[in-house]
């Protein structure tokens, strides 16, 4: 087979080409999906930390698993392609002269269109669950049900800051989830353009300034979570991080506590109109200055 | 040609490629960046203590930027010159004293939340002599605000009325000022940015470019060494 | 023919230079640029300071850049043809096409002049862009901030990722397309012999704009520019700005003046069916180019209004919005892409038949996948934007437009792949660095399959899984072919051989460095890095020092290309035959440097230029007594 020197070759030996690279495939292919699918797909990040962080892992896994039979066929067609059909050493000798082969070309469109749909259609049901985690914008399709705590995430040059509308628009700059909660999260931003990514939770949104970006979390068990800044904003856009915590919900009380001590003496400015210079709780902020006076 | 003098020329062409080269790496190693200050640590009773005295001015001016109308941090050396040095060098679990004079009037914050004095010790800082647990953002002139260390603080503006503003930097205590006290501790070693979120920038739209996305002029580090 | 002093052996040395050549434009370019530059100060009543201007005088940055590349333009004598007309001199298509070696330092309308020259050009700039590679991996072998201020750091990555993007769209159809289609059609010309000197040396210019950006301070935003960020940047980026404009013009003539060859200009029996496949690969990315560059040149036009007059197109407290910058630059940035992707699927497919000696398989499906590519890269713009915000109803359009384009990249690799089959493969050098393309490629493509997937872009948008990925289907198959057509065609463009040793050295530590730098950061986007920032947490210090070692040794890798260019081309110049790879194509039928006027007489093709094994027949024949034909 490798390195022998071929005339033009009778159909039979075309026929166990093809045998011995479909086999060769089929074997690889059915052990290296199940050890790909089982023991590769649970170490995908981003974790189990949140729901969605299970469903982009489940996401992933399943895609992996596709992908598997597809990489174990186009490596084993180039190999053995490129070591059987090596020219022998000598002078320049043609191959044979075959153009086309209908029957090939309708297999592989059949396959590849099957592949991409599946995997179209496996996303979208995946997406339409609960958004995935990712920003749905202001008017989000895909809600889950139940109770959400909302909170809203503002991006600005360059530090995110969060406010809690169920503790009275409380504003603080530590994110502090309950633990086994959906989240609502509101992302916006009061400037340029941010992405508030919650790496373990599985939580991406950009943050654009005036307008309200939704995304769904349910959290799990306590935890910390890195947050960090995913959208190129300006000079410390790499340093805009900061770390959130999943704690339970008497934990959350305490902390929640804390926090209002904390915020009412600001709490006065806060509540006053945005014309004052104040900034009640709202979905979207369009701040002053817009420039620098003088 | 000759192959003599082909080589000449392609020693010349990579002489000179690499001369170029060294020219630009070196230039944008010091582009927009900042000298570094380290400032003296003092040993009391066991502790380290540093004293940090800064002022914050409305234009800094020809003699110490080729900006001259930028805003700026200084920091006052050892010998009592004031450099416009925004990476400092501070030692591990030490207690800082911070003042800060500000020269500069007020433009207002875009997150009002910012003007929480918050990280340092007591929640609250010194204006004037006075303690304050809250600024009016309205008021606010600048910030100090080191993310990574929870530190956030927004300095008072000088009236827009008062006698004898600054004008280029550096500034003398004769001109109208806030002063604004603190202390917060720092802990682990590392590198911590701060920076200024009051939108106190020339240009355009938000306020935030210029010398607020410049290292050496309203941001800097902290960098904290064992 | 020519209005300048042609030089003669009694031209005295000093005076040759004198005349619309590179030198005078680079003097009446500077000259222009003070033009502009005061003229604005001169309008807007600024303070003279050249770089205290603390108000940003925008327009004079445009204004004196504009200034400067129109100076550079006339002083390469672009507008004496247009005035010789307007005097009424006769018309003339032809300009210094045979001046030795100065030809290649002024305008020259010898589309193979102005492909060499396009080689040389871009390999510069491809070089400038790779040093940026090396100092931005140099930043991030420490887990924080430390070889570079952040701004700087910020204007290296943008400064590689623009010099990168806007001088490889032009990467194989400036110099291969320019130099070998009128070839591979039978013409002596390209449509537009002006029109394509401008394109290359529009683009030299706006290399120089970019490369000057950090004078001004830099750009912080990237080489996506997005908006809100964009307005509030330094002067440095009016640079990006004008540069991307000016490319954005450069790609829109050089794409209509490949179409308008292509359409017209084929000579006698060269059916559609018979093209070459490369001169279709070319066809379909000039029409991309044609359609998508003038929406870029739009959006970068709003954005500079936004930074000088003031507009709010992008600023939302003034009723304007960021997504209208977001979805216009991607409108333009997805079929941009795939005017980076589709020269190399076309080399692939034009090399391969050549080296494995067998017929190019599928060529209509070939050809089917090259113009699905280039018409589904419309509708797929919308996965960048995946999580920003927009409506929810639009995401799954948008993941099955992208999975689908996959099919007929698909059909590529199949046609590639069928071709090999049973063929007689040869490993020259030309045939390594496509068959690198199929591993890169198809790592790249995968990559882009899980990109395309919502929940899974939710985690890895932004993160260098992103980066890995275009990085791996444009570096790893776009550079890879590049290179492949540099080995293949050069020996045909100057005459001389490349040193296969060197060439192989090459190739090996290319692909085994490019690999090794990648496929790691596939990984550390999947844990959690992000993008454009030298600050990551201290788990992955040893990836990304694995990383950046790798780098440099890819850095290393090019710098042998290099020493074997120079070396072969300079030094040894040893001959090379016509044809060295045994090819069918009609480019290797001809001398190598190819004759000025290409043909001695035009050429009438009777088949495709893929019929190995079908016998000896050339694909193209000079009948005795068929007309010289025109110019």
Known sequence: ?294 | MRVGVKLLLVAVAVMAAGVVIGFYVSNLTTLAGSPTYSVPVHNVDGHKVVNLELQTVAAVGPKLSPNPDWVSYLIKDQSGQWKRETVWDLPAHATVHVTIYNFDGASGLRNPYLARPQGMVGNRIMVDGKPTDAIDPNDASHTFAVPALGLILAIPGVADDAKNPCGYAPCAMSNAHRTIKFTFHTTTPGHFRWQCFVPCAAGWVYGFGGPMQTIGYMDGFLNVKA | MSETAVAGPRTPWWRRPIGFNLLTGIVLGIAGWYVGWFGAHAISAESLEYFGDTDYNELSVYLAYLGGVIGFLVGLGFLNYPIARLRGYPPSLREKETHGWTRYFGLCTDHKVVGIQYLWGIGLFFFIGGLNAMLIRTEQLSPHSQSFPMGTYLTLVGMHGTMMMGMMTSGILGPFANYFVPIMIGARRMAFPRIEALTFWILMAAGGVLTTTIFFGGFPTGWTGYAPLQTQANPGMDNYILFFALVGVSMTLLGLNMIATILTMRAPGLTWTRLPIFVWGVLSTAVLMVLAAPVLIAVLAMGALDRTAQTSFFNAAAGGSNYLYQNLFWVFGHPEVYILALPGFAIVLELLPVFSRKPLWGYRLAVAGLLGVSLLSWFVWQHHLFVSGINGDLRPFYMLSTELISIPTGFTFLCGMMTLWRGRIRYSVPMLFCLAWFFNFLIGGLSGVFLSDVPSDVTTHGSFFSMAHFHYTIMGGLVFTFFAAIYYWVPKMTGWELHEGLAKIHFWTMFIFFNSTFAPLLAAGFLGQSRRAPVYTGNLKFLNDWVSISAYLLGISMLIFLFNLVWSLAFVKKPAEANPWASRSIEFQLPSPVPVHNFDRIPVFSSDPYGYGEGPAPSYVVPAGAPAGRD
């Open chain 1, 1 to 294: 087979m490798a390195g022998q020197p071929s005339a033009a070759s009778p159909p039979a030996e075309s026929t166990s080409h093809g045998l011995r690279v479909v086999l060769a495939w089929l074997i690889l292919s059915a052990v290296a999906t199940p050890l790909v699918a089982i023991y590769v797909g649970p170490l995908i990040p981003p974790g189990n930390a949140s729901t969605q962080a299970t469903e982009q892992v489940f996401d992933n896994t399943w895609m992996l698993a596709v992908i598997t039979p597809v990489i174990c066929f186009l490596v084993v067609f180039f190999a053995y392609a490129l070591l059987s059909f090596r020219a022998a050493p000598g002078g320049v000798v043609d191959g044979p002269p075959l153009r086309n082969d209908s029957r090939v070309q309708v297999l592989w469109m059949i396959a590849t269109g099957l592949i991409v749909l599946f995997l179209a259609g496996f996303g979208t049901y995946e997406l339409l669950q609960n958004g995935a985690g990712g920003g749905q914008g202001p008017d989000p399709i895909a809600v889950p049900s139940g109770q959400k705590l909302q909170v809203q995430v503002i991006g600005q040059q360059w530090q995110f800051t969060y406010r809690y509308p169920s503790l009275g628009g409380l504003e603080s700059n530590q994110l502090v989830l309950p633990a086994h909660t959906y989240i609502e999260l509101n992302v916006t931003s009061l400037d340029a353009v941010h992405s508030f990514w919650a790496y373990e939770l599985g939580v991406k949104a950009d943050a654009n300034p005036g307008v309200n970006n939704v995304a769904y979390v349910q959290t799990k068990d306590p935890t910390t979570f890195h947050v960090r800044c995913a959208e190129l904003c300006g000079l410390w856009h790499p340093y805009m991080f900061n770390n959130g915590r999943v704690v339970d919900t008497s934990q959350f009380q305490k902390w929640a506590t804390q926090q209002e001590h904390l915020y009412a003496s600001i709490k006065p400015f806060m509540d006053k109109s945005e014309s004052d210079g104040g900034a009640p709780y709202s979905k979207t902020y369009f701040p002053q200055p817009d420039r620098r006076a003088g």
